[in-house]
């Protein structure tokens, strides 16, 4: 028999209404409160799947003041399942102030696997090696932009973005990085579903003047040469008497990097 807990966890489809476990309507089926964000649109799933469980309003703007009535419901015995209008709460999405104040109290939780909108992109994008970083909605003015994609610049990351804002949040990377190789993920596991890779200005090119749709995009690394590399080359080249400048000089062009990174790692390694 399975074990029981308090509250579920649970993903919902990103798209396809097909995309839920069996577990999951299992979960939604037996519990007592379905905590959702919006409940028009879980109760479109909900009827989908004949799930009669009642559903509890729960999103950002309510968090805190839903805490007391979720504790009294576990306190009374209840059930509870948290979703999100799609995919898995917590990711972009609200849960954890909840999931907070309920640990504190000791109360069983459990999270069900399933659709996610990053995991199902970076298991259809090739990368070289395991790593990637996820950092959820990029930042929506420029220079946060621009802080974020250097500051990660050797490294796959991966953002969500709005569709009215993509093709601007491109061109700032763009004159950020460079015209560097992207992966874009639009509509995944719905009817207008793809994947594009390439450079900015492809990317650009394909989509024209909009984009339409959910989107996920992954910035390949810009560096041809990991860090502790780089920096055995910069004792080297200091060992013989170069200056960190001519040093950034030197290594970015026979790497084809970022003068400003090989510059900082000089600087940092004096
Ligand atoms: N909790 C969700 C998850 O598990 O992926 C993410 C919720 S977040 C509020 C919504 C953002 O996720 C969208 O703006 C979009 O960037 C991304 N997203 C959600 N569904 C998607 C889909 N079908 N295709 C591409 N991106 C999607």
Partial sequence: MAREFQLYIVPT???????????????????????????????????HYDITTKCCSYHKYNEKERINLFKSYINEGKTIALVSDA????????????????????????????????????????????????????PRTAEGIKKVVTDNMNKHLIFYEAPERILKTLETIKTTRGDIKIALGRELSKLFEEIKIGTISKIQEYFK????????????????????????????????????????VILSS???ENKNRVYDLAVKSE
């Fill in 254 to 256: 026979l790497f084809d």
């Fill in 87 to 138: 995919g898995t709460p917590l990711i972009c999405d609200p849960g954890a102030v909840l999931l907070e104040e309920l640990l504190k109290d000791g109360v069983a939780i459990t999270a069900l696997p399933g659709a996610c909108a990053v995991t199902t992109f970076v298991s259809q994008v090739p990368r070289e090696g395991e790593e990637f970083t996820f950092i959820g909605f990029i």
């Fill in 209 to 248: 003047d909009e984009i339409r749709g959910e989107i996920v995009c992954m910035l390949y690394p810009s560096s041809n040469i990991n860090d502790d590399e780089l920096i055995n080359r910069i004792k080297i080249l200091k060992s013989k008497g170069f200056k960190a400048k001519e040093i950034s």
């Fill in 13 to 47: 489809p990103i798209g396809n209404l097909k995309d839920i476990t069996l577990r999951a309507v299992e979960v939604l089926k037996s519990v007592d409160i379905i905590a959702c964000e919006d409940t028009r649109t879980t109760q479109k799933l909900l009827n």
